[in-house]
């Protein structure tokens, strides 16, 4: 929970593999493959669409993998279903040992 609220990894880049067409803030815009964009990881943890009460602090959730500070909860069975984890992640479970 600490880690949606305040993520290590704030947000991330990647290109577009195709182009896409978005719709930001009732405009549309035609978008070419090869973009470069950022999504901001800490946002999108506050969606309150996917997390109630987003800017409070309830490490009970029961959709606390679903946050997007890496991939999966640590330890739960499905953690191998998800391709990526936190970049930070081995290094920390090596501090805390």
Not at 2 to 12: N, Y
Not at 38 to 65: C, G, H, I, W
Not at 75 to 89: F, W
């Amino acid at each position: 929970e600490t880690c949606r609220l305040d993520p290590p990894v704030t947000s991330a880049t990647a290109s577009l593999t195709q182009p896409a067409t978005v719709t930001l803030a009732g405009r549309q815009f035609d978008l070419p493959a090869k973009l470069l964009n950022q999504y901001v990881l800490s946002m999108a943890n506050r969606d309150e669409r996917k997390f109630s009460k987003p800017e409070e602090f309830m490490p009970d959730r029961t959709n606390l993998n679903e946050a997007l500070t890496w991939n999966g909860a640590f330890g739960s069975p499905e953690e191998l279903l998800y391709p990526r984890i936190c970049p930070g992640r081995y290094l920390s479970m090596d501090v805390t040992k």
